[in-house]
Protein backbone atom coordinates (compact mmCIF):
# COMPACT_ATOMS: atom_id res chain seq x y z
CA UNK A 1 0.00 0.00 0.00
CA UNK A 2 1.60 3.65 -1.17
CA UNK A 3 2.30 5.80 1.92
CA UNK A 4 1.19 9.42 1.93
CA UNK A 5 4.00 11.98 1.58
CA UNK A 6 4.02 13.83 4.47
CA UNK A 7 4.49 17.73 4.11
CA UNK A 8 8.26 18.12 5.62
CA UNK A 9 8.16 20.10 8.86
CA UNK A 10 9.04 23.91 9.19
CA UNK A 11 12.84 24.18 11.13
CA UNK A 12 13.16 27.15 13.30
CA UNK A 13 15.59 28.70 10.39
CA UNK A 14 12.83 28.54 8.06
CA UNK A 15 10.31 29.64 10.55
CA UNK A 16 12.30 32.78 11.06
CA UNK A 17 12.73 33.40 7.68
CA UNK A 18 8.71 33.52 7.61
CA UNK A 19 8.82 35.89 10.76
CA UNK A 20 11.41 37.96 9.18
CA UNK A 21 9.74 38.12 4.93
CA UNK A 22 10.42 41.39 3.49
CA UNK A 23 6.63 41.45 2.85
CA UNK A 24 5.39 41.03 6.46
CA UNK A 25 7.82 43.39 7.99
CA UNK A 26 6.52 46.12 5.50
CA UNK A 27 2.94 45.18 6.52
CA UNK A 28 3.78 45.33 10.31
CA UNK A 29 5.53 49.19 9.74
CA UNK A 30 2.04 50.27 7.38
CA UNK A 31 -0.02 48.45 10.18
CA UNK A 32 2.04 50.92 13.28
CA UNK A 33 2.05 54.08 10.78
CA UNK A 34 -1.86 53.69 10.64
CA UNK A 35 -1.95 52.88 13.95
CA UNK A 36 0.01 55.69 15.25
CA UNK A 37 0.51 57.98 13.01
CA UNK A 38 1.69 61.18 14.72
CA UNK A 39 3.00 59.55 18.06
CA UNK A 40 5.53 61.81 20.18
CA UNK A 41 7.87 60.88 22.69
CA UNK A 42 6.10 61.04 25.78
CA UNK A 43 7.99 62.43 28.01
CA UNK A 44 7.63 66.22 28.53
CA UNK A 45 10.45 69.05 27.46
CA UNK A 46 11.35 72.01 26.06
CA UNK A 47 15.51 71.51 24.78
CA UNK A 48 17.89 68.49 24.21
CA UNK A 49 18.90 69.12 27.79
CA UNK A 50 15.42 68.81 29.42
CA UNK A 51 14.79 65.54 27.60
CA UNK A 52 17.91 64.00 28.59
CA UNK A 53 17.49 64.55 32.38
CA UNK A 54 14.17 63.09 31.68
CA UNK A 55 15.22 60.13 30.13
CA UNK A 56 17.63 59.31 32.82
CA UNK A 57 14.95 59.94 35.28
CA UNK A 58 12.42 57.19 33.97
CA UNK A 59 14.42 54.54 34.04
CA UNK A 60 12.51 52.16 36.10
CA UNK A 61 9.55 54.85 36.53
CA UNK A 62 6.85 55.80 34.99
CA UNK A 63 6.58 58.89 32.18
CA UNK A 64 3.65 60.45 34.19
CA UNK A 65 5.67 60.39 37.07
CA UNK A 66 8.69 61.89 35.49
CA UNK A 67 6.29 64.74 34.24
CA UNK A 68 4.91 65.53 37.31
CA UNK A 69 8.86 66.00 38.54
CA UNK A 70 10.25 67.72 36.15
CA UNK A 71 8.98 71.03 35.89
CA UNK A 72 9.51 72.35 39.63
CA UNK A 73 13.88 70.19 38.77
CA UNK A 74 13.32 72.56 35.83
CA UNK A 75 12.58 75.69 37.50
CA UNK A 76 15.12 75.27 40.32
CA UNK A 77 17.66 74.43 37.52
CA UNK A 78 17.23 75.55 34.66
CA UNK A 79 20.51 75.00 32.78
CA UNK A 80 23.47 72.21 33.03
CA UNK A 81 25.57 75.14 34.74
CA UNK A 82 22.74 76.02 37.03
CA UNK A 83 22.27 71.71 37.72
CA UNK A 84 25.85 71.44 37.74
CA UNK A 85 25.92 73.65 40.72
CA UNK A 86 23.34 71.81 42.77
CA UNK A 87 23.84 69.90 45.75
CA UNK A 88 23.14 65.99 45.59
CA UNK A 89 20.76 66.19 48.61
CA UNK A 90 18.52 69.39 46.95
CA UNK A 91 18.67 67.01 43.82
CA UNK A 92 17.42 64.20 45.59
CA UNK A 93 14.72 66.27 47.34
CA UNK A 94 12.87 67.18 44.08
CA UNK A 95 13.50 63.72 42.50
CA UNK A 96 12.71 61.55 45.17
CA UNK A 97 9.76 60.14 44.00
CA UNK A 98 10.85 58.98 40.59
CA UNK A 99 13.02 56.07 42.66
CA UNK A 100 16.27 55.24 43.10
CA UNK A 101 17.02 58.70 43.57
CA UNK A 102 20.46 58.33 45.03
CA UNK A 103 22.07 57.06 41.68
CA UNK A 104 19.44 59.73 39.54
CA UNK A 105 20.67 62.55 41.47
CA UNK A 106 24.45 61.49 40.48
CA UNK A 107 23.65 61.31 37.41
CA UNK A 108 22.18 64.51 36.36
CA UNK A 109 24.25 66.10 38.50
CA UNK A 110 27.36 64.37 37.03
CA UNK A 111 25.66 65.35 33.15
CA UNK A 112 25.33 68.73 33.69
CA UNK A 113 29.01 68.77 35.06
CA UNK A 114 30.28 67.04 31.57
CA UNK A 115 28.21 68.73 29.47
CA UNK A 116 29.23 72.33 31.04
CA UNK A 117 32.77 71.48 31.27
CA UNK A 118 33.28 69.26 28.12
CA UNK A 119 30.26 70.65 25.44
CA UNK A 120 30.44 74.20 26.09
CA UNK A 121 26.51 73.70 27.09
CA UNK A 122 25.05 72.22 24.63
CA UNK A 123 23.87 68.60 24.41
CA UNK A 124 26.14 66.93 21.93
CA UNK A 125 23.92 66.02 18.94
CA UNK A 126 25.74 62.56 17.96
CA UNK A 127 25.99 58.68 20.02
CA UNK A 128 29.37 58.81 20.14
CA UNK A 129 29.73 61.71 22.61
CA UNK A 130 26.10 61.51 24.12
CA UNK A 131 27.20 58.12 25.85
CA UNK A 132 30.35 59.52 27.48
CA UNK A 133 27.65 61.75 29.66
CA UNK A 134 27.16 59.78 33.27
CA UNK A 135 23.60 58.62 33.04
CA UNK A 136 23.29 58.70 29.49
CA UNK A 137 23.71 54.76 27.83
CA UNK A 138 22.63 53.72 24.49
CA UNK A 139 18.95 53.92 25.15
CA UNK A 140 19.05 57.51 26.42
CA UNK A 141 21.40 58.57 23.42
CA UNK A 142 19.05 57.29 21.12
CA UNK A 143 16.06 58.73 22.48
CA UNK A 144 17.40 62.36 22.64
CA UNK A 145 19.37 62.03 19.00
CA UNK A 146 15.97 60.86 17.32
CA UNK A 147 13.50 63.27 19.25
CA UNK A 148 15.48 66.11 19.43
CA UNK A 149 18.21 65.85 16.27
CA UNK A 150 15.65 63.70 14.32
CA UNK A 151 19.25 61.57 13.98
CA UNK A 152 18.70 57.56 13.82
CA UNK A 153 21.87 56.29 14.51
CA UNK A 154 19.94 52.82 16.51
CA UNK A 155 16.85 52.27 17.69
CA UNK A 156 15.38 52.75 21.45
CA UNK A 157 14.98 49.20 23.31
CA UNK A 158 12.67 50.01 26.22
CA UNK A 159 10.99 46.89 28.04
CA UNK A 160 7.90 47.83 25.86
CA UNK A 161 10.07 47.03 22.47
CA UNK A 162 12.32 44.74 23.79
CA UNK A 163 8.91 42.46 24.52
CA UNK A 164 6.88 43.38 21.02
CA UNK A 165 10.21 43.13 18.84
CA UNK A 166 10.21 39.03 20.65
CA UNK A 167 6.44 38.48 20.30
CA UNK A 168 6.52 39.24 16.66
CA UNK A 169 9.34 37.66 16.19
CA UNK A 170 11.89 40.79 15.04
CA UNK A 171 14.49 39.77 17.63
CA UNK A 172 15.24 36.39 19.61
CA UNK A 173 18.05 38.79 22.12
CA UNK A 174 17.95 38.04 25.34
CA UNK A 175 19.14 41.62 26.02
CA UNK A 176 17.98 44.93 24.66
CA UNK A 177 21.68 45.53 23.20
CA UNK A 178 21.00 42.64 21.38
CA UNK A 179 17.55 42.96 20.39
CA UNK A 180 18.44 46.84 19.07
CA UNK A 181 21.23 45.24 16.51
CA UNK A 182 18.80 42.66 15.15
CA UNK A 183 16.12 44.92 14.94
CA UNK A 184 18.35 47.88 13.13
CA UNK A 185 19.33 44.90 10.96
CA UNK A 186 16.04 44.32 9.35
CA UNK A 187 14.06 48.30 9.42
CA UNK A 188 14.80 50.36 7.10
CA UNK A 189 16.80 53.27 9.16
CA UNK A 190 14.43 55.66 8.44
CA UNK A 191 11.81 53.92 10.61
CA UNK A 192 13.92 53.53 13.43
CA UNK A 193 12.85 56.72 15.21
CA UNK A 194 9.04 56.33 14.98
CA UNK A 195 8.82 52.66 15.29
CA UNK A 196 10.11 52.75 18.98
CA UNK A 197 7.93 55.37 20.06
CA UNK A 198 5.07 53.46 17.89
CA UNK A 199 5.60 49.68 19.64
CA UNK A 200 6.20 51.92 23.60
CA UNK A 201 2.55 53.38 23.52
CA UNK A 202 1.38 49.66 21.46
CA UNK A 203 2.81 48.20 24.58
CA UNK A 204 1.21 50.50 27.04
CA UNK A 205 -2.05 50.34 25.20
CA UNK A 206 -2.50 46.98 23.97
CA UNK A 207 -0.11 44.56 24.23
CA UNK A 208 0.30 44.37 27.71
CA UNK A 209 2.98 42.09 29.29
CA UNK A 210 0.56 40.42 31.24
CA UNK A 211 -2.89 39.98 29.33
CA UNK A 212 -2.62 41.50 25.57
CA UNK A 213 -5.71 42.85 24.53
CA UNK A 214 -5.22 40.98 20.95
CA UNK A 215 -9.10 41.50 20.25
CA UNK A 216 -7.91 44.71 19.55
CA UNK A 217 -4.65 45.08 17.95
CA UNK A 218 -3.76 46.25 14.15
CA UNK A 219 -1.29 43.71 14.63
CA UNK A 220 -3.28 40.44 15.46
CA UNK A 221 -3.59 38.79 11.80
CA UNK A 222 0.06 38.96 11.57
CA UNK A 223 1.41 38.18 15.15
CA UNK A 224 2.07 34.06 15.85
CA UNK A 225 2.73 34.85 19.51
CA UNK A 226 2.71 32.00 21.86
CA UNK A 227 1.55 34.96 24.09
CA UNK A 228 -1.60 35.48 21.77
CA UNK A 229 -5.43 35.53 23.98
CA UNK A 230 -7.33 36.03 20.92
CA UNK A 231 -7.26 34.63 17.46
CA UNK A 232 -8.90 36.22 14.35
Same mark, same amino acid.
Given at each position: ?61 TDVRVN ?10 ? $?? /???? #???? @???? =???? &???FFHNKA ?7 ? $?? /???? #???? @???? =???? &? ?90 CHSKAK????
Amino acid at each position: MPTTKQPPKKSAKSSQRGDLAPDRIAATLIALDEAYPAVECALTHRSPWELLVATILSAQCTDVRVNMVTPELFKRFP $TP /TAMS #KATL @PELE =ALIR &TTGFFHNKAKSIQGAAR $TI /TTEF #KGQV @PQTL =AELI &TIPGAARKTANVVLGVCFNKAEGVVVDTHVFRIARRLGFAKGDTPQKVEQELMRILPQDHWIAFSHQLIHHGRQICDARKPKCDRCSLEQLCHSKAKTWQS
